[in-house]
């Protein structure tokens, strides 16, 4: 009987990016259930810049829930938990 560890040891690069990649597409599909917008009533003056326009913002919301990361090739190779804060408008497109 093979286990998740003999798996681990044994697997090419490629099993193992197929394996992690499935892992982190049902990890990514759970947290999109979980999104959540919160205005903080505070301006770019404490929280900085838009994080999507990179403009100034009168009124900061925060947007916790799904952030995706990516290579140095720019493909997406996951998705975790974060805050991005910014334009309500911009934090609803993205």
């Known amino acids: 009987m093979n286990t998740f560890s003999d798996f681990i040891r044994n697997a090419s690069v490629e099993e193992k990016t197929e394996v992690y990649t499935k892992v982190m597409e049902a990890a990514s599909k759970k947290q999109n259930e979980m999104v959540r917008l919160t205005n903080t009533q505070e301006s770019s003056t404490k929280y900085g810049p838009c994080e999507c326009c990179g403009k100034n913002v009168s009124e900061v ?34």
């Open 61 to 94: 919301w925060v947007k916790t829930g799904p952030k995706p990361y990516f290579n140095h090739e720019g493909k997406k190779i996951m998705e975790s938990v974060g805050s991005t804060f910014g334009h309500r408008e911009c934090l609803e497109a993205v």
